[in-house]
């Protein structure tokens, strides 16, 4: 099994709304990523998670919850979003625990606030 | 700004021509990658080329790390229509992480 598997695929929040986007690998990889990705943007960096503990977190905001509830799974709670949240949340795993290697991307939940 | 940026950002070829888009850099490396994405979906890992390697192939694809000009090149052989998504470059650094670079649109006509 190579997939990195993400839900939902698209959601639709309000404001005021939790929700929380899933993420799954079953490849024994020890790192695992969220990015965010802009429309005809590329993709930037959130989280890094490294054999189950977060590593880095590149100054984003706390609306924005990260959880590695095992070495398989990796969630990213959502809360008191604002429209300029809208994107493409991407997820991806690596072998090894750096960001600068080869990594393997889920096909993405679409997120619109509104 | 971006760590890598790519030119051009829209390139639109016939099938069967050959694509070539570049990616330049402005800090030291430990790797550079390469992904493919189509329309809006998740990142596919091409290649990875290391800053000690200048030269990689993969099937069709060939890529070139030139770190004196801090820039390398991906050339898509015999492209396809299969081929059409955008192109981004990761540029790796010490600090375990990769920053991608702007993209480039590639569009193979059948």
């Known amino acids: 099994d190579t997939e990195v598997t993400q839900t939902p695929k698209h959601l639709v929040m309000g404001m005021t709304n939790k929700k929380s986007l899933k993420c799954e690998q079953h490849m024994g990889h020890r790192a695992m990523y969220w990015y965010k990705q802009k429309a005809k943007k590329p993709p930037e960096l959130m989280f890094v998670y490294s054999y189950e503990k977060l590593s880095i977190n590149e100054s984003v905001p706390s609306r924005f919850s990260p959880e590695c509830p095992n070495s398989s799974l990796l969630n990213l709670h959502l809360h008191a979003l604002q429209p300029e949240d809208s994107a493409l949340y991407l997820c991806a795993s690596s072998h090894e625990d750096r960001a600068d290697t080869e990594a393997f991307f889920g096909q993405g939940t679409r997120l619109t606030v509104v | 700004s971006q760590q890598g940026e790519e030119d051009p950002q829209a390139l639109s070829i016939q099938e069967g021509e050959n694509a070539t888009m570049n990616c330049s850099y402005k800090?030291?490396?430990?790797?550079l990658q390469w992904y493919r994405q189509n329309s809006g979906r998740g990142l596919v890992h091409l290649i990875l080329?290391?800053?000690?390697?200048r030269e990689k192939h993969s099937g069709r694809l060939r890529v070139t790390l030139d770190t004196s000009k801090k820039s390398s090149s991906l050339l898509i052989t015999a492209s396809r229509a299969a081929d059409t998504a955008s192109y981004f470059c990761a540029t790796g650094t010490n600090a375990g992480k990769s920053t991608f670079g702007d993209g480039t649109t590639l569009t193979v006509k059948p």
């Open positions: 080329i290391r800053s000690n390697e």
């Open positions: 800090t030291s490396i430990n790797n």
